[in-house]
């Protein structure tokens, strides 16, 4: 493994060293590697008459109109029902989709129809794992939102259901099947930052819809949200509007940052290296300013450490997220080697190579002055120090790709890019993150079993 990693990266390198020759002989493919951009293209299949897939929505809530409104991109695919917990919700999904759609507050009742083939699952996430069980064993094809589920001892179940019923299975974490990830996976591949170290992501944001403080629906009552079915499995407790509309601030229905956000980043670095996740997590962070009665951080840090495996070395993950960041930007996701980085998102990657340029230490400066061979001041030629390949123009983005990679798995009995397995795998260190947090010790995992490591 290691003789071919070190081929590939002697096979990158050379490339490299190519280009950057057709440079400096004036050629004008990499003349300006800061302006010129190599683009990502994605091929998409064709589907016959017979390949319609209908589907329901379970959950229609922001992220689950979204995912049924790219749905709805794919060619052949049909939206017949929507479910949701909300009357204003199941109104909203008339007036976009039509009257002619069936609405419920009852999931099973979407998962009784013979006429649907595949579910849409974007509750909060402390229904994720009960709706997939009982989807897949009711015979429908499962497209769930991320983190699979909202906790360590909830995954299991999930797995055991799509191999009993051999039903296709995908988490929505996007990012997967982009462009972006698809280029950072193969440019790691082929050596082209040299051996990976380390790895970090972070999130910045500030404004209050951002941090989680939605707005409330003036009719939210009793009246209108089956607020019975929304806590049946969990904690009862009288109805709360901002236990049912800003759930991501509660740990009995969202999983905090960390399951909301880092779980991104993990999916997309562990597609990219090949890797089954972390054995070792440690999170630290606070509540430092949104004092609105959440009771998750809105300052969260996690480092993860990765052994070494047959896919990559050992290497080390930090991820951050700020909910009070006035000035940072957002950032996404950036590896670094030892030869090099990547900044990586779903329609980009930018490369960099570090320069080979003259010392700018003093202390070596000096000793070279003394020694009698100082700095002549003639400048060097320098090899390609960054690239940016960009996606296409019109690229329907990774949310298409990652819908469609779903859709195209149920008519081909294909595979997908993000199944139960690789979904826990992404799912469990962020949740062991937040497991460290609320500890305050060090969570151990055994990313290949799928088992707490102590
Ligand atoms: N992949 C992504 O980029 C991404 C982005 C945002 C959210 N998400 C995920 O999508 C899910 C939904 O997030 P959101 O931002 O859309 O939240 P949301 O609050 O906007 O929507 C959730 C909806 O689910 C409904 N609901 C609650 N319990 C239900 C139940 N038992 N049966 C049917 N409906 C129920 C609610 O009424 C609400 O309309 C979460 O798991 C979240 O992590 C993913």
Sequence with gaps: ?????????????????????????????????????????QKYNQYGPNDQVNIALIGAGGMGTQDAIVALQVPGVKLVAVCDLYDGRLNEAKTRWGADIYTTKIYKEILNRKDIDAV?????????????????????????EKPMVHSVAEGPAVIKAQKETGKIFQVGSQGVSSLGNEKAHELLKSGAIGELNYAEGFWARRAPVEVWQYPIPEDASAQTVDWETYVSNTQKRPFDSKRFFRWRNYTDYGTGMAGDLFVHLFSSLHFITGSMGPNKIYASGGLRYWNDGREVPDVLLGTFDYGKTVAHPAFNLSLRCNFVDGTSGTTYLKLVGSEGSMDVTWDSVTLKRNKVIASDDPFYIEKMRKAGQSDSGRKHILPPEEITFNAEKGYLGG????MNNFITAIRTNGKVAEDAIFGYRAAAPALLCNDSYYKNTPMFWDPEKMKMAK
């Excluded at 849409?120 to 769930?144: E, F, L, N, R």
């Excluded at 949310?399 to 990652?402: L, V």
């Design 120 to 144: 849409i699952i974007a509750t909060p996430d402390h229904w994720h794992q009960q709706i997939s069980v009982d989807a897949m064993h009711a015979g429908k094809h499962v497209y769930c």
């Design 1 to 41: 493994m290691k003789e071919n990693s070190e081929a590939s990266r002697r096979g990158f390198i050379k490339k490299l060293a190519t280009t950057a020759a057709a440079v400096t002989a004036g050629s004008s493919l990499l003349a300006a590697d800061k302006h010129s951009f190599h683009y990502l293209k």
């Design 399 to 402: 949310p298409y790709d990652h």
